[in-house]
């Protein structure tokens, strides 16, 4: 069996040879880079099971790089964790909001880092079975089309297909980030429903311990931005100082 291909951008020698040996020790295969640019090259090669990106890097911002990679081929479905010096929370909230499966700040534990590793690709490898598993749609146009929509539950201007993971707005199919997507599928599920903060990360978040109140504020607000480029309605109904529900038809 091929030991996952792990990217490590990281431009401090020593904290690059721990990681690097961590990694290996527990049986993957790490690829260290110095640079962004040498990252960016490295990915359009061959897409990783996983990257891990420092920040602060000597050419570019570590946002931007993931930025960057998320345009490459296989840039969106690779998990990303960001391993940083800058442990502020709104810069938390950017690294979460941008799409990064984690955020682990220096100094860190190469154990812990090990252990979330392993649990994003477990997560990653369940997601990618049940992606496999789901039939294959028929065309609209065809008799048949009502096969597709057998999972559907409507609210609204929405249409959510669970065993999809797909939302529809006004017809048109979402590209939700994965946190987007549990987000808005909770508030369809219960329109009308208060849910506060806490219980949304209760939730959707894996470990919602080592989230905050404004993850959860990012997130909405790219979901809104989503929501506003199909039409110009705002469905979600936040209360100040609560949190958010889906407004009902």
């Not at 849910?195 to 989230?211: H, I, K, M």
């Amino acid at each position: 069996m091929t030991a996952p291909r792990i990217l490590v951008v990281e431009d401090e020698a020593g904290i690059a040879e721990t990681i690097d040996y961590a990694l290996a020790s527990e049986g993957f295969a790490p690829e260290v880079c110095a640079t962004a640019r040498q990252a960016i090259d490295r990915f359009a090669a061959a897409p990783p099971a996983l990257a891990i990106l420092d920040v602060g890097l000597p050419d570019m911002n570590g946002f931007d790089l993931l930025r960057r990679l998320q345009e490459l081929p296989g840039g969106r479905v690779a998990p990303v964790v960001f391993l940083t010096a800058r442990a502020s929370e709104i810069d938390r909230v950017v690294g979460l909001e941008l799409g990064a499966d984690d955020y682990i700040a220096k100094p860190f534990s190469p154990r812990e880092l090990v252990a979330r590793v392993r649990t994003i690709l477990r997560r990653s490898q369940r997601a990618s079975v049940a992606a496999e598993t789901v039939p294959v749609a028929a065309p609209e146009n065809t008799s048949s089309s009502a096969i597709k929509n057998e999972a559907d539950r409507r609210c609204g201007a929405f249409t959510l297909n669970e065993e999809r993971r797909l939302i529809r707005y006004h017809g048109q199919a979402l590209e939700l980030s994965r946190y987007e997507y549990g987000l808005l599928a909770t508030l369809i599920q219960r329109p009308g429903r208060v849910f506060t903060r806490d219980e949304l990360l209760e939730l959707v978040w894996d470990d919602p311990g080592e989230s905050f109140d404004r993850t959860v504020d990012a997130h909405v607000k790219t979901l809104r931005a989503k929501l506003r480029a199909v039409a110009a309605d705002d469905p979600i109904r936040t209360l100040r100082g609560v949190g958010y529900a889906l407004r009902e038809a």
